[in-house]
């Protein structure tokens, strides 16, 4: 029978078990979304020249800035991000 306590991880040569993994720091996650929700500001206000200039904002970020992008500007404003996707139903393509 499978045992359902978690396992440790094995000790790396220098005797500690910290292999890594998501950075939990509150200041630097914080910092991260100041910066997302700033450039989902941007892209809503780019929407008005049109979807070309989304996607050129996108472009520059990355795969999560991406993502945290949309999911900041479908919340704040969802009608922008509906003309988002009537005029661009493609935009999915963009978080690649």
Same mark, same amino acid.
């Given at each position: 029978? /499978?045992?359902?306590?978690?396992? !440790? /991880?094995?000790? &790396?040569?220098?005797?500690? &078990? &910290?292999? #890594?993994?998501? %950075? !939990?720091? !509150?200041?630097?996650? %914080?910092? +991260? ?6 450039? $989902?500001?941007? $892209?809503?206000?780019?929407?008005? &020249? #049109?979807?070309? $200039?989304? @996607?050129? =904002?996108?472009? !520059? ?6 993502? #945290?992008?949309? =999911? ?5 404003? /969802?009608? @922008?991000? $509906?003309? =988002?996707?009537?005029?661009? /139903?493609? +935009? ?5």
């Amino acid at each position: 029978m /499978p045992s359902s306590s978690p396992s !440790t /991880p094995p000790i &790396n040569e220098d005797g500690d &078990n &910290n292999r #890594g993994g998501m %950075d !939990t720091d !509150t200041e630097l996650s %914080d910092s +991260w979304w100041q910066q997302v929700k700033y450039y $989902a500001q941007l $892209a809503m206000e780019r929407i008005e &020249n #049109g979807v070309h $200039a989304v @996607k050129e =904002l996108l472009s !520059t970020l990355t795969v999560d800035e991406r993502l #945290g992008v949309i =999911l900041k500007f479908e919340d704040a404003s /969802p009608e @922008k991000f $509906a003309q =988002l996707v009537t005029d661009a /139903p493609q +935009w999915t393509e963009w978080m690649a």
